[in-house]
């Protein structure tokens, strides 16, 4: 069952049909028994690679909407409306200047995303889901020590790179920036004991 997927996801690659790709390794990882086990490490990081290309490239309307400044908006205040982060705001509108915003500007914002955090002790990784399905894994760094954290639920902050360092989930720098641009306040945290 393994083979035609993988020969779809090559094809896929070469016409460089991103939203393709995606399908086909999320219906690889999803196959029984384990079939991709040898190379899904491999899956998990191209996945994550389109996720954020189809977030902040292609602009994906799945995640991102079109909002139209008003009187009395500012960048962090139009991020928080819609759940988003004023760094993913920023990203997704390169040549806008947010020290200057003028009513009218059209901005390209992620609209209410439903981000979830799992963090997995024993594998040492932490997962975004978005809408319930794996957008990117982030892999604790070697030599950075075991996640302290208990397991169960929690909430995340505003900060998340500072509540990753005191609860002592030791990321790689670029990988909790990335994180931190990404997930707004209040997103759900599992941790978990595998």
């Known amino acids: 069952?393994?083979?035609?997927?993988?020969?779809?996801?090559?094809?896929?690659?070469?016409?460089?049909?991103?939203?393709?790709?995606?399908?086909?390794?999320?219906?690889?990882?999803?196959l029984p028994g384990g079939a991709v086990a040898d190379i899904d490490d491999k899956l998990v990081s191209l996945l994550g690679t389109l996720n954020m290309r189809r977030l902040f490239?292609?602009?994906?309307?799945?995640?991102?909407?079109?909002?139209?400044?008003?009187?009395?908006?500012?960048?962090?205040?139009?991020?928080?409306e819609n759940g988003s982060t004023l760094s993913s705001l920023k990203r997704l509108n390169p040549s806008v200047d947010f020290d200057r915003l003028k009513i009218g500007t059209r901005l390209k914002v992620m609209s209410h995303p439903d981000f979830a955090l799992v963090i997995h002790?024993?594998?040492?990784?932490?997962?975004?889901?978005?809408?319930?399905?794996?957008?990117?894994?982030?892999?604790?760094?070697?030599?950075?020590?075991?996640?302290?954290?208990?397991?169960?639920?929690?909430?995340t902050p505003a900060n998340l790179r500072e509540y990753f360092r005191r609860e002592g989930v030791?990321?790689?720098?670029?990988?909790?920036?990335?994180?931190?641009?990404?997930?707004?306040?209040?997103?759900?945290?599992?941790?978990?004991?595998?």
Do not use: C
């Not at 978005?130 to 302290?148: E, H, S, T, V």
């Not at 990321?171 to 599992?190: G, I, S």
């Open 170 to 194: 030791r990321l790689a720098p670029d990988d909790a920036a990335e994180l931190d641009q990404l997930v707004p306040r209040d997103t759900p945290v599992r941790v978990s004991e595998s």
């Open 121 to 155: 002790k024993r594998l040492r990784s932490v997962e975004l889901h978005l809408n319930g399905r794996l957008f990117k894994r982030y892999d604790l760094p070697a030599g950075a020590p075991a996640i302290p954290l208990e397991t169960g639920a929690y909430r």
């Open 57 to 80: 490239e292609l602009k994906n309307p799945q995640w991102v909407a079109e909002v139209v400044v008003k009187r009395g908006d500012s960048a962090i205040r139009i991020a928080q």
């Open 1 to 30: 069952k393994a083979k035609p997927l993988l020969l779809r996801l090559d094809e896929a690659r070469n016409k460089g049909d991103i939203e393709m790709q995606v399908s086909t390794i999320e219906q690889l990882r999803a």
